[in-house]
């Protein structure tokens, strides 16, 4: 028999502070109402939420039941390749760019454990 899994406790700790907080808010908007041509918008949003990603990859890898193969840093740097900005990255604001990036996460997540069941056979 196997203990219970208990989702992870919630923090108290913003790992973003307010000014980068309102620097991404900014950046998606501009993104979504596509006011940057530069190319490279899509980096710097992904170096200012990098903490606050990194912070949703760990939840996510404890709730996992399969065996994470990937680390944190190694899961977050996956799901943001998976949706690299260049391919068109559209979100409305900061919880859906969230709510984007950790479905990321656990598609890797899934993709990882189909690769190692394959392995098995």
Known sequence: MTA????PAASTDDPMP??????VQ???GALQRGETTDDDSGEVLFRHV???LRALAKQHRR????NPTLN????VHEAYLKLKPDRGLDVADRAHFNYVMVRAMRQV???QARRDN???R
């Open 50 to 52: 990098y903490a606050e």
């Open 118 to 120: 394959a392995q098995k």
């Open 72 to 75: 944190t840093t190694a899961l």
């Open 18 to 23: 307010a000014s980068a907080s309102s620097d």
């Open 4 to 7: 219970p899994v208990l989702p």
């Open 109 to 111: 997540l899934v993709d």
């Open 63 to 66: 709730r996992w039941r399969g």
């Open 26 to 28: 900014q950046l998606l």
